[in-house]
């Protein structure tokens, strides 16, 4: 059964269509590169299948027990948000709160979590670190475990190697792979880097074509 499907879907603003004829399911597991060029609609896409804007036709499901409060997202990073001033576990710990609701506190066992998610990531010394002082590859890692603190099942990753240098990016990748191998963490990632994603995904979706479907490659390493 699909986690995510998608049917005859078109994203946009208004009366404006970025994407339209969007047709493709997502299951458990899967590792799927949403592909195209600036500007042809894949954050528009990604925020629609988020529940964060309306798809203006078709129709968006969630299945195969999959809440929308539980898929992790790592947005474009903007500069503004390089510059928060919150320490590195805060920011991951924030990863819960579609999970915890109002509650003005974090349980001995979300900071455990939170701690372990570092760990993921390669980040665990850096907890008390203030996050506007890490360098980029650094903050987008932690960005990870944030999305990682807000699920078990499916990640949503928009350009989470921008701005990275080449070993920087690799290890990203590296990292983002353990986690859909080790823990069968479904991955959506918009990326432009296609000869690297190619090594690691299930599928590759490009957008930005007359008609959209995901494209399955050769797959695992
Ligand atoms: N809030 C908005 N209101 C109206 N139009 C928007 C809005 N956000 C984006 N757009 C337009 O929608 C189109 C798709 O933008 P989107 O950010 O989804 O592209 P993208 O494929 O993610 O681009 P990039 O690779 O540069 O990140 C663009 O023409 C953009 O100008």
Redesign the pocket.
């Known amino acids: 059964m699909a986690q995510l499907i998608c049917r005859n879907v078109a994203v ?3 009366s ?1 269509v ?1 994407l339209h004829n969007i047709d493709f399911e997502v299951h458990a597991g899967n590792y799927i590169c949403i592909a ?10 990604m925020k629609t299948i988020l529940g964060l804007q309306k798809p203006l036709k078709g129709e968006i499901h969630l299945g195969d027990g999959l809440h929308a409060n539980e898929i992790g997202y790592l947005p ?1 990073q903007t500069v503004l948000q390089k510059d928060f001033p919150a320490s590195v576990l805060e920011i991951v710990l924030s990863g819960f709160q579609g999970t915890c609701g109002i509650r003005p506190f974090y349980t001995r066992k979300e900071k455990k979590r939170a701690q372990k998610a570092l760990q993921e990531v390669g980040m665990d010394r850096f907890s008390r670190n203030c996050y506007r002082e890490l360098s980029g590859g650094q903050q987008q890692r932690v960005l990870l475990a944030r999305a990682l603190c807000a699920t078990k099942k499916m990640m949503v990753l ?2 989470p190697v921008s701005g990275l240098d080449p070993k920087a990016s690799a290890d990203m990748y590296r990292t983002i792979y353990r986690l859909n191998r080790q823990y069968g963490i479904t991955i959506l990632m ?1 990326s ?1 880097d296609l000869d690297l994603t190619k090594r690691y995904a299930t599928h590759i979706l490009r ?2 074509v007359p008609s959209i479907h995901a494209v399955k490659t050769g797959g695992e390493l």
Do not use: A, C, F, P
């Not at 195209?36 to 896409?45: C, Y």
């Open positions: 946009g603003y208004g404006k970025v195209g060029e600036n500007g042809s609609g894949k954050t528009t896409l474009q928009d350009e918009i432009h957008v930005g």
